[in-house]
């Protein structure tokens, strides 16, 4: 029996059945005229199915060569995405991938027991200010693929399922929904998709997976009674049959959720692990520095520099 984290540590009956359902506000920072807002994890929800991190990216506008500029870091345990709405994002990690992060595209990547990565804006022709505005997501490995070596795959935004119709546009990132299948391979069970809708259009949420979220990006939303802005995520309970109505300027949704992991996951600055020992085990190797023959590498043709160690 899976463990989910809305079920722990009973289940609510009869008329409390509501206190199942979670909504999220995220929590914004400010980087320097860069905003970003966090939804998962949450204090009172650690993961929605595997996926335990969960980022709004902007909007924002960078001037030519500037604005985000993260440089080589470790993770283990999970596996990312970055995925944009608008803007491109520089890609290079461990591997040797050298990599373009473009609107509607995934770069699936997957630490496993571990990888390095930078995520910078380098593009020395962009001339221009440059918008920018997404979503990065981690989502958390199985028990017995987090030890596995690191990966990387891409696909293009041709490559991805999209589906049509009736004022609604689904474009399937991850996983299976809505009778279609992304084409990244993926360790467990998951749905990840865009979905624009038409003002005053329909779209039932998927009911295929165990667990469901909904995170709104622009517009609204309405769920029975009940609407939702722009930043806010709800949490579904599992099984349900439900509908989401776009507001009345339309709105785009990310769709995220499915089958919930063994256990809750431990958390620390860029490393996720179902044990502390492996949380541990990769501080200390990250600390050592040993870019030759150590657990970690730094990127080929960005390996001048690297966040450090946070000292916590």
Request: aromatic residues 8%; negative net charge.
């Amino acid at each position: 029996m899976s463990w989910n984290p809305a079920l722990d540590p009973h289940c609510p009956t009869g008329n409390e059945v509501d206190a199942i359902e979670t909504l999220i506000v995220p929590r914004a920072r400010d980087l320097g005229g860069f905003e970003v807002r966090r939804a998962l994890p949450a204090p009172k929800r650690q993961m929605v199915g595997p996926f335990i991190f969960f980022d709004q990216m902007g909007p924002a506008e960078f001037l030519p060569t500037r604005g985000l500029d993260v440089r080589p870091h470790p993770h283990i345990g999970l596996a990312t995405i970055s995925y944009l709405y608008r803007g491109r994002m520089h890609h290079r990690d461990s591997l040797g991938t050298d990599s373009w992060i473009e609107p509607g595209a995934v770069n699936w990547m997957v630490a496993g027991r571990g990888i390095t990565h930078s995520e910078r804006i380098d593009d020395e022709t962009q001339t221009d200010p440059m918008p920018f505005f997404g979503i990065q997501t981690w989502v958390a490995l199985p028990e017995d693929s987090e030890d596995d070596p690191a990966q990387f795959e891409h696909a293009p935004a041709s490559d991805l399922p999209l589906i049509e119709g009736e004022g609604k546009t689904v474009r399937l990132i991850l996983g299976d929904a809505y009778g279609e299948r992304a084409p990244v391979q993926t360790a467990s069970e998951m749905f990840y998709a865009d979905a624009v809708l038409e003002a005053g259009t329909s779209i039932p949420l998927p009911d295929n997976h165990e667990d469901r979220g909904v995170y709104v990006v622009e517009g609204s939303v309405g769920v029975g009674s009940d609407w939702f802005e722009s930043g806010q995520m709800m949490v579904f309970r599992p099984g349900d049959k439900l509908s989401l109505k776009a507001g009345p300027a339309g709105t785009r949704l990310m769709l995220l959720g499915g089958a919930t992991l063994e256990g809750p996951r431990h958390i620390w600055w860029n490393f996720v692990a179902s044990s502390k020992e492996r949380i541990e085990a990769a501080k200390e190797a990250w600390r050592d520095g040993d870019w030759e023959n150590g657990r970690f590498q730094l990127p080929p043709g960005d390996d001048q520099e690297f966040i450090p160690l946070p000292p916590r």
